[in-house]
């Protein structure tokens, strides 16, 4: 059937050229009869579109000596770069990727990418310290394309892929803050920092023109909400829906647990028994990475089983590993080497679970939900961070895991109290089974389109996760 021009879910001409100027390509033009296929390739370009650009907020880690002395700063001085482009990240979470809700999505990508890589230019020449220091909090600010590719995947992906899908996009997110450490670290080594920001708005704009000819464009979801509306429905799904909260305070235990692991492992290697080197303690971002190509393919599994199940068996999987941690971490390197590499894979099926669980809340609000989730993962790496250094410094490596131990073992807490179909609007219980296998689909997922009356969130049946997830996810 026709749809009306003025319908909220139309796709005029003016729709068909982004920001009114540059054309489409004809192959990524919406068209209501021919669904979009997302296949493995633009699954794989999203993820190297989240690696690209995350890589942002994560070079200036590894430089700071090098800022240091060519600012002329004392180290506090200079700690001032990566403290300022984590609230520039923060705020593009909360005021930015819930537009993904409101307008094109592949605009908004496109825009961002185009204003990081420019004001990367500023960092690669600039000689004053406060423009420096301003720059790098709008980069953070404009960085949050990853977040914007997640949800645009799971819309775009067949209803037997969606999980899987997003694994792929996190994995390579969680790559892009271990690539960018190790790339930064070794140019900077052989040629200077401001080669680094060269080089990062060289892949910046690389990715923007192959993004162009990439990014499909589907309409808007919610015509009928304003920006405010979007923002205000934000805070009402996280204080009204049970299993949207559930999410997000298992996000945020799970990330006080992971930067625990990462940033205490320097303390833990520089000292007794091990006495390693700088470049020894660097390896591991290695070992890390394996462990996040590992990720896929567990995200592959959670497209057959309820994404609960993905959770509460990543939760104790992560138990063993920090157990281990426990046990042996400050005696022999082969405990730390394991955990290494068990903790990076479940951590990573833990955030696929925990974000696909969300998104059963509600599929046309994928944006806004995972905007609170990834301010959730924001909170629990901030948290993470003071409290790992304060506990290991004082209390030892034993007392720091043990923490860690516990924390997981609370995640586990969390889960158990709602059941894997719990209906999203019952704060606790198991009601609708303990049913691990989704059903199997045979139809194609349409391509997403907008909804055809303007969103209310409030007005979300009363439906079990399992339901949901079996309909939509």
Same mark, same amino acid.
């Given at each position: 059937m026709a749809t009306a021009p003025? @319908?909220?879910? @139309?796709? =005029?001409? $003016?729709?068909q050229r982004d920001f009114g100027v540059l054309p489409v390509p004809i192959w990524l033009r919406h068209q209501e009869d021919k669904p979009l296929h997302f296949g493995l390739f633009l699954n794989a370009m999203f993820g190297i579109f989240a690696c690209f650009t995350v890589s942002n907020l994560y070079y200036c880690q590894p430089i700071l000596g090098n800022l240091a002395s060519s600012f002329g700063i004392s180290e506090d001085r200079v700690s001032n770069i990566p403290t300022l482009v984590q609230p520039g990240y923060a705020g593009g979470l909360l005021l930015v990727t819930p537009l993904g809700d409101m307008v094109q999505r592949r605009q908004l990508i496109l825009l961002l990418v185009l204003i990081s890589a420019s004001l990367t230019i500023g960092l690669a020449i600039t000689r004053s310290l406060v423009v420096f220091e301003v720059i790098t909090f709008l980069v953070g600010f404009t960085s949050c394309v990853p977040q914007i590719l997640i949800p645009l995947a799971a819309d775009l992906a067949p209803i037997d892929r969606k999980a899987g899908a997003t694994a792929i996009v996190w994995a390579a997110l969680m790559l892009g803050v271990l690539f960018a450490r190790v790339l930064s670290g070794v140019i900077t080594n052989f040629v200077t920092y401001r080669a680094v920001y060269w080089l990062a708005t060289g892949l910046q704009f690389a990715v923007l023109a192959v993004a162009y000819f990439i990014i499909p464009n589907v309409p808007p979801k919610n015509l009928g909400l304003s920006y405010a509306g979007i923002l205000w429905s934000m805070a009402k799904l996280l204080v009204t829906h049970p299993l949207l909260i559930q999410c997000a305070l298992c996000m945020i235990v799970s990330n006080i647990c992971f $930067?625990?692991?990462w940033v205490t492992l320097t303390f833990l290697l520089l000292h007794a028994p091990f006495h390693y080197s700088s470049l020894d303690i660097g390896l591991f971002g290695l070992l890390g990475m394996l462990g996040v190509l590992l990720g896929p393919f567990? =995200?592959?599994i959670l497209d057959f089983i309820y994404p609960w199940w993905g959770a509460v068996? @990543?939760? =104790?999987?992560l138990l063993v590993f920090q157990a281990v941690m426990v046990i042996g971490a400050g005696l022999n390197i082969a405990p730390v080497i394991i955990a290494t590499l068990g903790l990076d894979?479940?951590?990573?099926? $833990?955030?696929v679970s925990l974000v696909n669980m969300a998104f059963a809340v509600d599929p046309r609000a994928r %944006?806004?939900?995972? @905007?609170?989730? %990834?301010v959730s993962l924001f909170i629990g790496q901030m948290i993470g961070t003071s409290a790992s250094t304060t506990v290991f410094l004082r209390y030892g490596w034993r007392a720091c895991y043990g923490m860690a131990l516990a924390l997981t073992g609370l995640q586990g807490l969390i889960l158990l109290l709602r059941g894997p179909h719990c209906p999203k609007g019952r704060w606790f219980g198991c009601a609708g089974g303990l049913a691990v296998r989704k059903p199997v689909h045979t139809s194609p997922a349409p391509a997403a389109t907008a909804s055809p009356e303007p969103e209310k969130v409030e007005d979300a049946e009363d439906a079990g996760e399992g339901e949901i997830g079996a309909k939509t996810v």
């Open positions: 003025n @319908a909220p879910n @139309a796709m =005029g001409p $003016t729709h $930067t625990n692991f567990l =995200g592959r068996a @990543a939760d =104790g999987a894979v479940f951590r990573q099926t $833990t955030a %944006s806004r939900i995972n @905007a609170v989730m %990834s």
